[in-house]
């Protein structure tokens, strides 16, 4: 929660930049999964969320409560992609960069965690690697989509720059990470990115993971994909 003092309020000022520079009832779900019906106390729960919810709509979180959660869990909300990993499978997808209080019970029951130690516990298991290549394409759509900011559909290149190294980082080889993250750097047509852009990101790093296999004249890639091939023909002729 907001605090009176001006070094609380800074703090928070920052974090609330940390990352950016869903359908039918709880009930309803709780009838369709096995998986929500196992019991939890539902008010530690929520007395949890209401120490983490925006103070004009305690219905919501946004990236100051997400924040303050991070601190109680002792992970570092600019650094630690497993925050992203837990609001991913805790079904934050109403809006970009908050969680809903509905989906915040469902996400708890799902996982079944009803304090802080619970939700200590189970950090080791937000790690990438546990993720089949299915469901972190799944997530990896899902950190593009959290981060939006407001009524935009793209999302600038140096958040996107940032993104990459929080979500591929030991996901690819490290010099393709590299070097895509040098081009969007030096992009001046690409400066916002859209999600199939994004997405082909990912795809393309697993189709292609030697650039010989790149065939242009039969490529369907985004224009954007092209041009990194461009790029990194350029660098090869420079060495």
């Known amino acids: 929660m907001p605090t009176s003092n001006t ?3 800074s703090t928070r000022k920052r974090k609330r930049n940390m990352w950016n520079s869903s359908g039918g009832s709880a009930r309803a779900r709780n ?3 096995n998986s929500y019906r196992s019991s939890i106390d539902e008010e530690a729960a929520e ?3 209401a120490s983490i919810a925006d103070e004009d709509d305690p219905t919501t979180a946004g990236l100051e409560g997400i924040s303050d959660l991070c601190d109680s869990l ?3 909300p600019l650094e630690d992609i497993r925050v992203l990993v837990l609001l991913w499978k805790m079904g934050s997808k109403e809006k970009p960069a908050q969680i809903t209080k509905e989906e915040w019970m469902a996400g708890c029951k799902k996982l079944q965690v009803d304090s802080i130690e619970k939700f200590k516990a189970l950090l080791p298991s937000l790690d990438t690697g546990f993720l089949d290549r299915a469901e972190f394409r799944d997530f990896y759509k899902f950190c593009f989509r959290f981060n939006l900011h407001g009524t935009h559909r793209t999302l600038d290149k140096e958040m996107v720059v ?3 190294q929080m979500t591929l980082k030991d996901r690819i ?3 393709r990470l590299e070097t895509l993250c040098a081009f969007i750097e030096t992009q001046q047509t690409y400066t916002r990115i859209t999600l199939d852009q994004w997405t ?5 790093c697993y189709e292609c993971e030697d650039l010989s296999t790149y065939d242009e004249s039969n490529s ?3 224009v954007l994909i092209d041009e990194y091939v461009e790029y990194m023909e350029e660098q090869q002729k420079k060495k």
């Open 220 to 222: 369907a890639w985004p």
């Open 31 to 33: 009838r369709g999964s």
């Open 74 to 76: 002792g992970i570092d």
């Open 173 to 175: 080889a490290a010099d």
């Open 162 to 164: 940032n993104l990459i």
């Open 47 to 49: 007395t949890i969320f």
């Open 200 to 204: 082909s990101i990912l795809d393309f």
């Open 7 to 9: 070094s609380g309020q």
